[in-house]
């Protein structure tokens, strides 16, 4: 399993670069510096895989396509 952390933005304003399918995950920019996101029970985010660009997509794309869709396929 992946670790999750509290989510502490570290600049003033983070970019989030991509959201996933039913908002479960998002990529965010902080200067240069990626970081992916998921919303936390109780408000706020949590975080995994901060760092490089390359890297942090690399985790994005093995999350989103873990992702367990809880909609109906139409
Ligand atoms: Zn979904």
């Known amino acids: 399993m992946r670790d999750w952390e509290w ?3 570290r600049v003033p304003r983070p970019r989030v670069r991509k959201t996933s399918c039913c908002g479960a995950y998002e990529f965010v920019c902080e200067g240069g510096e990626y970081v ?3 919303p936390a029970k109780d408000g706020g985010h949590e975080e995994t895989a901060r760092g490089l ?3 942090t997509l690399a ?3 093995e999350l989103v396509s873990q992702h367990q869709c809880s909609r109906r396929a139409s």
Request: charged share 15%; hydrophobic share 50%.
């Open 59 to 61: 985790v994005w794309n």
């Open 7 to 9: 989510y502490v933005p």
């Open 36 to 38: 992916v996101l998921r």
């Open 53 to 55: 660009y390359a890297r």
